[in-house]
Structures are given as C-alpha cells and as structure tokens.
C-alpha cells in the first residue's frame, strides 16, 4: 500500500496509537480506540499512517477513525484504502469518505460501486449520497439493477438527493422492485426528483402491501402537494389497518392544504393511539381550521404528554387570546413537550404580555424549550428579551452532536432531538426578526461580528430552525440567508 502523504517524527513524545508491532493486536486496537475515544489528542493525523498496517483489523479502526474525527488530511489515504486487499477495510473507508463529504472523492466513490464486495458498494453509495455531486447520478443508476437489495436501496436513497431527470425512468421501474425497502427509496427519489407526473407514480402505492411502501406514498404525495391526491388519502384513512401508516396520512393531509380534508381530520383527535392524535393536531393547525379549537383545548389535559404539546401548539394556529391562561398553565407541566408548545402557541399568537413568562423559559432544563423561547421572542421581543437573545448569540458554537433520545411515547415512538445544535441558528434569525422590525445598530453590530467568526462553508448551509419553520415542508435557507446575505437565486432572507 502507498506511504501516507504526511509522516511525523517525535521526540519525547509518546508514540502514536496503535504502533509496535511486536505487541499484541488487541493490545493495540484498544490503543486507536482509546484515542479516538480522546478525540484524537493534539495529532488526529497520526491516525493514517495506521492504514499500512499489516494487520487489517488495524486499518480498519484507523479508516472508522478518520472519519469520525472528520480529518480532511486523510482523504488521499482513505481513498487509497478503497482498494485494500481487505473488504472490511475498503467499506470503512468508503464510509469514511462519506463522512468527510469531499466531492473531490467523488470520482474514487463511483469507481467503488463496482467492488466486487456488496457491503463496499453499499456504503459507497452512501458515501455519494453524503458528498451529494449531481455528476454521480449516471453511476448511481446503473446500480438500481444490482444484484444485491442493499446496494439498490442505497443508490436510490443517493439518487433521493442528487438524481435529475435522468433518474426518473429507471426510479419509476425500481417501484416495482420485489424489495420493499428499494421500492420506498425510489417512491421517496421521485418525489425529490418531482417529474411533471409524480402524483401519478406515487398514487398507487398508497394501496401497496408493504407498511413502508405506503408511509413512503403518502409523504412523497404530501411533499409535493399533490391536491389529486386528497380523496385517495381521506379513503385511505378509512381503510388502512396499520396504524404505523396513520401519521403520515394525517401529515400529508395536512401538507397538501386542502380543507376538504377537514372533517375526516377531526374524526382522529380523539384516536385511540395518541401519535395519531399527535399528527391530526399538526395537521389541523397546518390547514388552520377553527373547528379544531376546542377539541384542541380539550386535549390540553391529554394524559399523554406529546397530545398535550400538539393540542397547545395547534391553538397557536387557530386559537384566540383568550387561550393565553390555559398555555401559560402548560409553561409548568412536569413534561417538556407541552411547555414547548404552548411557547409556540403564545409566539404564534402574538401575545406580547407573556414574553416575561417566555423569557424565562431561555434557561429551562431542556434545549427543546429554550429552542421554542428563542423562536417566541424573535416574534414577541421587547429589550429584555433582545438582550438575552444578544447574550445567547456570544455562545461559543460547540461543536455538532448526535440528536439525544429525550423520549418514549406509546407505541415504542421514540423521539430524538438536536435541538443543542439548531439554537444557535434560531437566535440568529430571531435576532434578524427583531432587526427587521425596528432597525437596531446593536443587534445589526452582534450579527455582523457572529458572521465574521464562522467560516464560509457554515455560511452555505441549510440553517436548522425551530418546529414552525420547517413543519411544512419548505426549503430551508442558507445560515448566510438568517445573516442577511444575499445568495444567489434566492434574494434575501426575511428570516
């Protein structure tokens, strides 16, 4: 295998991890892993001189801790690993790669599809899904007629992503595949892809008899707002015997926007499992219909916890102020799900007077609901809440996490949240909310340094926003759009 690009010598210091090859393997594998463990101490580079170790379980922890350590160096060495004599080695490579997201390792990635491994071409698929090059689609198709399920499920996730026009003839065939995973993948593509006639390649599917097949129609139908689709989602409803499917029926319903869907919608509020209630109060509050008010103050006092949160966010959609006592009470539920909310309801609401009570909110125990404050007094600030959202702004970004398991609901729904990682995102736009209000020189000074300190790529990112910005399903902006740069093709942001 060819030298690392970058070697180097210590004196005085401890070796790097993994070296001696006089000693046990064991011994050393536990080494790497210590030291990834340790986030690679001063020198995560080290790493990949261990991708020429004679050992290939070696390489292969080396390869994994390239990636989780995200060291950009590597790249050139991982690539080489693709053609290690060892699979392992070679598919933890290609996930590695992935991980760094280089389009630079686009054209080594391509060439992976056609290892002779299928776990090599799996993960290489993957791996182009995460460097999402548009020039990877020819290759991508050519492996929805693999041999293996896996690999054609992956490519059509990574066609999901970069796939064009092109990929719509070979998608369409791959919703017949005998696979259910590979024919949700492409349903899930096609609605990304959004061919003139999408509404007419996911329809059927809602009929399909696998649970993952329909789930995959009905969000594909609702993310494109297929309007035709309404009275096929509604009978839908009527028949489907698997309450798994029920959430995304109510969600796309609730996408689409159509109030014909009105009456069948409120037949759920009441349903006997509550992620369906759940789902039906989002959809009610999407379609903002008044009917669903006092079912929804109903269902403030739902024993369980997500009906709660839902039912007070819905009366942020169709409630009145007078609904402001019943969502402060919520501010001291025992559960974090309706304390978040009944804050988006009082932000939606535009309750200016329950800002104090908001506000103090920003320091709650759970990062969900100080997501929810900040997007609250972006819409209802006053200056004590503008200096807060300044103070929250001189945060250090810490560095991206993995989302935290906060819950369990019935069911066995389990919920994640990244909330840590999307507030600093939210008190920027709040910040350019109040901003654009009334114009303020200090909040435009705090916003301007902030920029300064971030580097370009973070600026051109997706920015992670609270719940009511993302719920329906748009195109989020930029991090640089929240800022107020203008992007191309975009105009500028109103945050």
């Known amino acids: 295998m060819p030298s690392p690009t970058r070697r180097r010598t210590s004196h005085g210091k401890r070796p790097g991890p993994g070296t001696g090859a006089d000693r046990p393997v064991a011994e050393r594998l536990r080494e790497i892993r210590d030291w990834i463990d340790r986030g690679g101490d001063t020198d995560p580079e080290a790493l990949t001189e261990r991708l020429e170790d004679t050992e290939s379980v070696l390489r292969q922890a080396a390869a994994w801790g390239l990636g989780h350590l995200k060291v950009h160096e590597s790249r050139g060495a991982l690539e080489r690993a693709l053609k290690d004599p060892d699979p392992a080695v070679r598919t933890q490579a290609a996930g590695s790669l992935g991980a760094l997201g280089n389009p630079k390792s686009r054209l080594p990635l391509e060439r992976a599809l056609k290892d002779p491994s299928a776990k090599v071409r799996e993960r290489a698929a993957w791996a182009l899904w995460a460097v999402a090059d548009p020039r990877s689609e020819p290759a991508l198709i050519a492996r929805l007629d693999d041999e293996s399920p896996d690999v054609r499920w992956s490519a059509a996730v990574a066609l999901g992503r970069v796939g064009g026009t092109e990929a719509v003839v070979p998608l369409t065939l791959a919703r017949g595949d005998a696979n259910d995973r590979v024919r949700r993948e492409a349903l899930l593509a096609l609605a990304h892809v959004n061919p003139p006639n999408v509404g007419e390649l ?14 995959a129609a009905a969000v594909g139908l609702g993310e494109r707002r297929d309007r035709a689709a309404v009275p096929l989602l509604i009978e839908r409803l009527r ?18 926007g159509d109030r014909a869907a009105v009456p069948t919608l409120l037949g759920f509020v009441s349903h006997a499992t509550s992620w369906a209630r759940v789902c039906t109060f989002h959809a009610l509050g999407e379609l903002h ?15 369980i916890w997500s009906v709660r949160g839902a039912a007070a966010e819905c009366l942020g959609a169709v409630g009145a102020p007078e609904d402001r006592d019943r969502l402060l009470a919520l501010l001291n539920d025992p559960e ?3 304390r978040r909310g009944a804050i988006y309801a009082l932000g939606r609401l535009g309750l200016v007077d329950a800002a104090a009570r908001i506000r103090e909110r920003l320091s709650d125990p759970d990062p969900e609901v100080r997501l929810a404050a900040v997007w609250a007094v972006g819409h209802l600030g006053d200056r004590p809440s503008r200096d807060l959202l300044l103070n929250l702004l001189q945060d250090p970004l810490a560095p991206p996490g993995g989302p935290s398991t906060f819950a369990q609901g019935d069911g066995a729904v389990m919920l994640q949240s990244d909330a840590k990682d999307r507030l600093f995102d939210a008190v920027v736009q709040a910040l350019r909310r109040l901003h654009q209000r009334s ?8 916003l301007s340094a902030a920029r300064r300190r971030l580097p370009v790529r973070e600026l051109r990112r997706p920015a992670r926003l609270p719940a009511p910005e993302t719920r329906g399903g748009q195109v989020p902006p930029t991090l640089g759009d ?3 740069e203008k992007s191309p093709g975009r105009g500028r942001s109103t945050g």
């Open 202 to 215: 996911l329809r059927p599917f809602l009929a399909d008899p696998a649970v993952r097949v329909r789930i």
């Open 239 to 256: 028949v489907e015997p698997d309450v798994r499917v029920l959430p995304a029926l109510l969600v796309a319903l609730g996408r689409i």
């Open 289 to 303: 219909a008044p009917e669903v008010a006092d079912p929804a103050r109903e269902r403030l006092r739902d024993p």
């Open 336 to 338: 974090m799900w309706p």
């Open 439 to 446: 114009p303020d020189r200090i909040i435009e000074r705090a």
């Open 482 to 484: 929240l800022f107020g």
